[in-house]
């Protein structure tokens, strides 16, 4: 037997590190590394199940052929070359008919490593095709934090422990990032209080000394509701501010008088006495800690909720206090230079954005030019895609060409013409970074790929060379094209010769705040002034009297882990959860299937009576594989592809349903 370090490569901020155990070829077990410094030798329920997908009979090992109607799932085996060929000739066409952006890529978090992720920009920089804008999960929260802080990275996540208050809003981390509630209950031993602010009870609510349940999608009020009792009550810190902040007169002035206490809670269903006693921990807290999650801002005012959470540690200045502060994202992002690998300078002119969330009317509506070929790689949008009814309607056209890269017969490859057989992280180089940590981590290929499967580089310069591209990097091997990613990273040698040796090596943030001004911006120029604004279409509600939250799984990950069904068993399958007086008024029996819909769609789930969830609405979690739900529809056939008030991102906890019973 071996053991080799290695990383998880799917969407979650702790970004494990792993020992990968190998017998005879096979892995036997996955495990947490206990050398990372960050996550310590555990992982998550999910990432034990990983030997059962690696070695799974069902994964696609050769590439395969289109032989029945778009989605029935029949298909025949062909060789490399035929696919390579098929391809290359069918994008010809396109391009001589419509132009290369008649061709769209697609692909999202499938895995995280920096190379893999980004494998496909070069190539289709290079092609032409239509550009991808990635905004289906985090653009909000992203744009709503640069409003305040610009590139600055986030409060360093080891330093909660020194925290004296802890507020986690919007976020699950029992389900989503177990080693920061680890890290939250060492604070807590040495006498942290810790909030919970969220729309309905989670797992981590269980742990808390205070939860607070606010109306779905009113966070920016509750934030200005906050900010006003800070100011009122005298909590502010005048000399951070002036020092370190810009913007706060005017907010003082020109804003906070509209958001009282009362007038907060009619917004936010949070009673004012509530309101004020936040604001007052909060204020007198010797350095208190904010995790923002991702959740709140997939509304509508998703960017605004973020930008005035964020600036909540401005006012009381707990962003210059050891173990204050605020995280939304590590920001590490900045630290790595991707255009070695993503190569925009290929780009031959400016090329059409498309907007991921969209993509619904992207494959039905009438562009120009038309989307005639979708390539598909570590997604699987008929799953996960808002607007599901017109996304499976766009891939069903028979003039559609799609070519789907993947390991399974997942929901978008049943309607591939072409698949492509893919490897897991185990088979490929890689490097990986985190955004909920500032730790980087090389990851080795441990077995080599099984059948004929390649990785998404390997595939690409297989492309590349099938269309006759002469660019020096569609000759570079993976482990050339991580060696140029890390020469790019400032890190000390003692760094390099760790990350080599397959350790994680703690990234250093920049000095200060990177804004325009070297301060927190809280009036950020061109921002538009901070606010609420109540949703306003009562006839809606009315038609459709639940709030719906899609919320993460506690045994998937959006849609990974799908295929086994001794997970799908332990998650409960398919269930809308509904509070007890609400399934009361709706005839509602707990453990039946219950039609969920409105004006775009229906899907049948099971209904758990939860007294978790308030009245009023009801909390779906996961994203589950249309083939194991019932009626062959998820949760995303009644959510929408509206897009949030900042980044163009999606509003997955923004819409409103009917439940009947069946």
Not at 486 to 514: C, H, M, N, S, T
Request: charged letters at 20%; glycine letters at 10%.
């Amino acid at each position: 037997m071996a053991t080799y370090h290695s990383v998880c490569p799917l969407d979650c901020p702790d970004t494990c590190g792993l020992l990968i155990e190998v017998n005879d070829g096979r892995v036997t077990k996955v495990s947490g590394d206990p050398e990372h410094p960050y996550t310590r030798g555990y992982t998550c329920a999910k990432m034990r199940h990983y030997p059962e997908l690696i070695h799974s009979p069902e994964r696609v090992l050769t590439p395969l052929k289109r032989s029945g109607p778009k989605g029935s799932g029949l298909f025949t085996p062909i060789s490399w070359a035929e696919a390579l060929e098929t391809i290359a000739r069918r994008w010809q066409e396109i391009i001589a008919t419509y132009g290369a952006e008649a061709i769209l890529p697609y692909s999202y978090a499938g895995v995280m490593g920096l190379l893999q992720r980004n494998a496909g920009h070069a190539f289709f920089h290079r092609l032409g095709a239509s550009e991808l804008q990635r905004t289906i999960c985090s653009p909000a929260a992203e744009a709503g934090w640069q409003q305040v802080l610009g590139y600055t990275w986030g409060s360093d996540p080891e330093t909660v422990v020194n925290a004296d208050l802890v507020i986690i809003w919007g976020m699950n981390p029992a389900s989503t990032s177990i080693h920061f509630l680890s890290l939250v209950q060492q604070a807590r031993q040495k006498g942290a209080r810790l909030i919970v602010i969220d729309a309905y009870r989670t797992r981590t609510a269980a742990v808390a000394d205070e939860v607070i349940l606010v109306r779905p999608g009113s966070d920016a009020a509750l934030a200005l509701g906050v900010m006003h009792v800070l100011v009122a009550a005298g909590l502010v810190d005048s000399g951070y501010i002036s020092t370190h902040v810009s913007g706060y007169e005017e907010l003082r002035a020109k804003v906070l008088p509209d958001y009282p206490p009362e007038k907060v809670a009619a917004l936010t269903g949070v009673p004012p006495a509530t309101i004020i006693n936040l604001a007052r921990a909060y204020g007198r807290a010797r350095a208190p800690f904010i995790r923002i999650g991702y959740g709140l801002s997939r509304h509508r005012q998703g960017g605004m909720a973020v930008r005035l959470i964020a600036s909540l540690p401005a006012l009381v200045g707990a962003y210059g206090k050891p173990g204050g502060g605020a995280l939304q994202s590590s920001g590490t992002g900045s630290a790595v230079k991707l255009d070695v690998l993503t190569r925009p300078d290929l780009r031959q002119r400016p090329v059409r954005a498309i907007n991921m969330v969209r993509l619904g009317r992207a494959l039905t509506e009438a562009l120009e030019p038309p989307v005639m070929s979708l390539y598909v790689y570590h997604g699987n949008p008929a799953t996960v895609a808002p607007d599901q009814n017109r996304v499976l309607a766009g891939l069903r056209r028979e003039d559609l060409f799609t070519v789907v890269h993947e390991r399974f017969l997942t929901d978008t490859a049943l309607y591939a013409d072409i698949i492509l057989p893919a490897t897991f992280f185990i088979e490929q180089e890689d490097l990986y970074r985190s955004y909920g940590h500032y730790y980087l981590q090389r990851s080795p290929a441990i077995l080599p790929p099984p059948g004929q499967a390649k990785s998404n580089w390997q595939t690409f310069c297989l492309l590349a060379q099938a269309l006759g591209f002469s660019e020096d990097i569609f000759r570079h091997s993976e482990r050339e094209m991580v060696e140029l990613l890390i020469q790019e990273i400032p890190l000390e040698q003692g760094d390099r010769k760790a990350l080599a040796a397959g350790r994680a090596v703690k990234l250093k943030p920049p000095q200060g705040f990177v804004t325009l001004s070297g301060k927190i911006e809280l009036m950020a120029a061109g921002a538009k002034l901070p606010g609420y604004e109540p949703p306003g279409d009562h006839e809606l509600n009315r038609l459709y009297p639940f709030h719906l939250l899609t919320a993460p799984a506690h045994f998937a990950l959006n849609s990974n882990f799908g295929q086994l069904s001794s997970l799908r068993e332990r998650e409960g399958g398919p269930q809308i959860l509904v509070n007890p007086d609400d399934c009361r008024k709706k005839g509602l029996v707990d453990g039946t299937l219950a039609e969920v819909y409105n004006q775009r769609g229906s899907c049948l789930l099971k209904v758990r009576a939860s007294s978790d969830v308030p009245p009023g609405v009801a909390v779906a979690p996961g994203v589950w594989w249309c083939r194991h739900s019932p009626g062959g529809r998820d949760i995303n056939s009644v959510i929408g592809d509206d897009l949030t008030d900042l980044g163009g991102g999606s509003t997955f906890y923004d819409h409103r349903v009917d439940i009947r019973p069946l």
